[in-house]
Antibody, heavy 125, light 105 residues
Framework: EVQLVESGGGLLQPGGSLRLSCAAS????????MNWVRQAPGKGLEWVSY????????FYTDSVKGRFTISRDNAKNSLYLQMNSLTDDDTAVYFC??????????????????WGQGTLVTVSS | TVLTQSPATLSLSPGESATLSCRAS??????LAWYQQRAGQAPRLLIS???NRATGVPARFSGSGSGTDFTLTISSLEPEDFAVYHC????????FGQGTRLEIK
């Protein structure tokens, strides 16, 4: 059974940093590209970042470029999101989401087939 | 690419059919997905590539469209279908619509 379990969320002040983790199990993590998607309270979904299976390709939404860094450790079946210089606008539930197997390295055109339950990040003074 | 979903809220009764729309500001080909999100839960993939049902998704869910106009149809609504539905495009970067809330009338 595919499982994605996020952790690392919490309450912090503006300007702070946080590292989110996503532990994957039930599939060959090293062969799938992964994503972070967030959802602000009462709002819609917003794609945040993508990393290819090999880590060669990394993409970010404009609002987090230069502040967030996506990474993965295939030996540990884990995905990470390092978040720096956090602002109130970063308050959201952060989900990790898997891309399906029929994707190319650095490019995926299909929907995310598995999602974790999310971890809440609250940025407030 | 901006995705605009309509209506924002749809009020229907169990047994009725629902038609949800997603319009893209530019062509995304058929690289359009639909997700269902029940309250307090993670999104669940329903439809990928505009019309391909994901594994385990009931046949009452169907997707259609290409280019800029897409539709999710749910025939004969079940109580568990009342949720928020999101569309997502991956034809030009990645973006989501703002969601359509399907509520019980």
């Amino acid at each position: 059974e595919v499982q994605l379990v996020e952790s690392g969320g919490g309450l912090l002040q503006p300007g702070g940093s946080l590292r989110l983790s996503c532990a994957a199990s039930g599939f060959d993590f090293s062969t799938f590209s992964m994503n972070w998607v967030r959802q602000a309270p009462g709002k819609g979904l917003e794609w945040v970042s993508y990393i290819s299976a090999s880590s060669r390709y990394k993409f970010y939404t404009d609002s987090v470029k230069g502040r967030f860094t996506i990474s993965r450790d295939n030996a540990k079946n884990s995905l990470y999101l390092q978040m720096n210089s956090l602002t109130d606008d970063d308050t959201a539930v952060y989900f990790c989401a898997r891309d399906p197997p029929n994707c190319y390295d650095g490019s995926c055109l299909h929907g995310h087939d598995y999602w974790g339950q999310g971890t809440l990040v609250t940025v407030s003074s | 690419t901006v995705l605009t979903q309509s209506p924002a809220t749809l009020s229907l009764s169990p047994g009725e059919s629902a038609t949800l729309s997603c319009r893209a500001s530019q062509s995304v080909g058929t690289y359009l997905a639909w997700y269902q999100q029940r309250a307090g839960q993670a999104p669940r993939l329903l439809i990928s590539d505009a019309s391909n049902r994901a594994t385990g998704v009931p046949a009452r869910f169907s997707g259609s469209g290409s280019g800029t106009d897409f539709t999710l149809t749910i025939s004969s609504l079940e109580p568990e279908d009342f949720a928020v539905y999101h569309c997502q495009q991956r034809g030009n970067g990645i973006s989501f619509g703002q969601g359509t809330r399907l509520e019980i009338k």
